[in-house]
């Protein structure tokens, strides 16, 4: 099995560009989710889904827009980049057996480094 | 809300050494608790968890944490420093009933020859 696979792994913007970063897991899973790392800042969550056509805000939403269309894939898009996103993402899954537990472990993608200039 | 503290972004220990790595957690309802390893340019994996039951986890490498209600820590460690442990630790936090796993900010272990 790949796990979790993101594309691509480096990536050059220019402010005010568009593109998507891609996530695709084999594994099932019906949680996924992104997160943005930032040295001193630890990871902070974007965006993340409990299945698809399910999708909710985590803590730093603002800038990115995610849809979740197959169980497998859950892009996220940047409509508009900004310096500010310069970062590097990270996608990550878990299994989610229709109840809640935060006992479940999260398998992380290798990610992906943004710079906006 | 829950929320995670990791004292000191930078530790060193020679190699053979003892390591300590602190977390300490905020969190109103019992937690779970993690600790991920990232090695450079890599994802995150796990180290250990903590859900319920016996509150001395052990991980893989050599790794344990301790989970510590009254002192609300979860403190990582390792009795003998490896060349190989040189890595950034994360610790987490997430309760029953939400999917929003909070991390901190991250410990930068470096092991010194």
């Known amino acids: 099995n790949a796990g979790v696979t993101q594309t691509p792994k480096f990536q050059v913007l220019k402010t005010g560009q568009s593109m998507t970063l891609q996530c695709a897991q084999d594994?099932?899973?019906?949680?996924m989710s992104w997160y943005r790392q930032d040295p001193g800042m630890g990871l902070r969550l974007i965006h993340y889904?409990?299945?698809?056509?399910?999708?909710d805000q985590g803590e730093v939403p603002n800038g990115y827009n995610v849809s979740r269309s197959t169980t497998e894939d859950f892009p996220l898009r940047l409509l508009s980049a900004a310096p500010s996103q310069t970062s590097v993402y990270f996608c990550?899954?878990?299994?989610?057996?229709?109840?809640?537990?935060?006992?479940?472990?999260?398998?992380f993608g290798a990610g992906s480094r943004l710079t906006v200039l | 809300a829950q929320s995670v503290t990791q004292l000191g972004s930078h530790v060193s220990v020679s190699e053979g050494a003892l390591v300590l790595l602190r977390c300490n957690y905020s969190s109103s309802v019992p937690p779970y608790l993690f600790w991920y390893v990232q090695y450079p340019n890599q994802g995150l994996q796990l180290l250990l968890k903590y859900t319920t039951g016996a509150t001395l986890v052990k991980g893989i490498n050599g790794f344990e944490a301790e989970f510590k209600k009254s002192e609300t820590s979860f403190h990582l460690t390792k009795p003998s420093a490896h060349m190989s442990d040189a890595a950034e630790y994360f610790c987490a936090v997430s309760t029953s009933g939400t999917y929003k796993y909070i991390f901190g900010t991250g410990t930068r272990l470096k092991v010194l020859a």
């Open positions: 594994m099932n899973h019906e949680y």
């Open positions: 889904s409990v299945g698809a056509g399910i999708t």
């Open positions: 990550a899954s878990t299994p989610y057996s229709g109840t809640i537990s935060g006992a479940n472990v999260l398998t």
